[in-house]
């Protein structure tokens, strides 16, 4: 079983000699090394360097089912329960049509959203406001105030099949949907996000319908864009609201909305009739097949930003080392200056883990087969379909190869574990999942 040892400041070494040349520089990181090949106190940590252990600490173990550390090497870390401010039931116009969130989306609901990267709110939205709007979006649709849904990723854009979309600013929406009008100024949603302190700042909307039409459409794997802007992209996303009013929603119908709340396994979420999903616009999420015309509409709610500091969420989506994203995760954020300073004591590339900003890269990486899927199901056949498949197949490549391995198999644990049996003072994947979901908030405060 490889060991697993912390390096505070070493050198690894071409070959196992004092005086061999030295290859590159090992700091306060855990290195995974084998215990059975060992000469004299040097182990093999890559096919070419070795490691003298003695200078390094042993702090734990990994085979392929197993996983277990130190509790030490992770530093005390605060629990983070965010104060919530009082709700003003006195703003607003008591004919807004999101005006009754304010008693559906209770308190635990905004906690939950805030440790665990999303929340279901059922019933959030009444039968007959659905249905109005569900008839509101039929008219759009028979109007040609609809257009064809394209990838988020690509130039060229390849096609979504059998997904429509639109806004209130294409064409003459505000004309036939009224009531979708209304909700673009409505701050029903708005007013009770802010009530958790880190969505404080919230004060735009952004609203977009989606006609599902069946035949198996689905929208591939992805986030929500961190920055979007409608002159100069000095707007962050902060939270994506998706409300569905699918009446008489059966299984047969598919066409769920599928998250990745990692480190927790991924969860499937029907459809139905007045459902509220809220989650963090980096949380990774899909819709999976779908049989039956399908409605929904998405609030995404938004702040302002003078900086363009936000940028380098953009820059994190195409990397493919999980060190190097940290430090330009820890660069970006100014992390030495605010209270998770103290992440930089945590060892790598276990600091990945309690930075929430890389967490898409980390599923990426563990469910990188249902990406490829997702993306497969959810296009048009065509060139610009294949230039996008093998484009994702050669970014999980370049994955395995910059990630060390016993990390790559921690992380592919950790979804699935449950409580182990795991010493007091040592963490097993189950312990390590715990300490990620309450010291690593999905929602860091931005000041
Ligand atoms: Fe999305």
Avoid at 57 to 67: A, C, L, N, P, Y
Avoid at 86 to 92: I, N, S, V
Avoid at 216 to 231: I, K, L, P
Avoid at 400 to 425: H, K, Y
Wanted: net charge negative; hydrophobic share 35%.
């Amino acid at each position: 079983m490889p060991w697993l040892v912390h390096v505070q400041n070493s050198w690894a070494k071409s070959t196992p000699s004092p005086d061999a040349d030295n290859i590159f520089e090992i700091s306060n990181s855990i290195v995974a090394v084998d215990p059975d090949h060992g000469i004299n106190g040097w182990y093999p940590i890559d096919s070419s360097a070795w490691l003298f252990v003695e200078a390094a600490q042993k702090v734990g173990e990994i085979s392929d089912d197993h996983f277990e550390l130190d509790g030490g090497v992770l530093p005390q870390l605060e629990v983070s329960v965010p104060k919530l401010a009082p709700l003003d039931l006195t703003l607003g116009d008591p004919e807004e049509p999101l005006r009754s969130l304010s008693s559906k989306i209770t308190d635990e609901a905004l906690l939950k959203l805030h440790r665990d990267g999303f929340v279901i709110v059922d019933q959030a939205l009444s039968p007959a406001l659905c249905e109005t709007l569900r008839h509101e979006m039929d008219i759009l649709l028979e109007n040609g105030q609809m257009w064809d849904s394209q990838s988020y990723s690509h130039e060229e854009g390849a096609l979504h099949h059998d997904i429509c979309e639109t806004t209130l600013d294409f064409k003459d929406v505000r004309f036939y949907a009224p009531t979708f009008t209304r909700m673009g100024t409505d701050e029903g949603l708005l007013r009770v996000l802010r009530r958790l302190p880190v969505l404080r700042d919230l004060s735009m909307q952004h609203l977009r319908l989606q006609i599902n039409k069946g035949n198996g459409g689905c929208y591939t794997m992805h986030t929500d864009s961190g920055v979007s802007g409608e002159e100069d992209g000095r707007q962050v996303l902060r939270v994506t609201a998706l409300f569905y009013l699918n009446e008489g929603w059966t299984s047969e119908h598919g066409g769920e909305l599928r998250v990745y709340p990692y480190p927790s396994a991924p969860v499937k979420i029907a459809p139905l009739l007045g459902r509220l999903v809220l989650f963090h616009p980096r949380l990774v999420h899909e819709v999976l097949p779908n049989f039956r015309k399908r409605y929904c509409f998405t609030l995404w709610c938004a702040v302002e930003q003078s900086s363009t500091s936000s940028h380098f969420m953009e820059d994190l989506e195409s990397m493919t080392c999980f060190n190097q994203a940290c430090s330009v995760c820890e660069k970006a954020t100014h992390l030495e200056k605010t209270p998770r300073s103290k992440l930089l004591q945590v060892p790598r590339p276990l600091r990945c883990l309690l930075l929430p900003e890389v967490r898409p890269l980390l599923v990426r990486y563990v469910f990188r087969d249902c990406e490829l899927q997702s993306a497969c199901r959810s296009h048009d056949e065509g060139p610009q379909k294949q230039e996008m498949l093998e484009g994702i197949g050669r970014y999980h490549q370049q994955m395995r190869d910059e990630n060390p391995q016993w990390f790559r198999q921690l992380l592919e644990q950790l979804p699935g574990a449950e409580v182990g049996t795991a010493r007091a003072a040592r963490l097993g994947s189950y312990e390590l999942k715990e300490v990620m979901r309450s010291c690593c908030p999905w929602w860091e405060d931005a000041a």
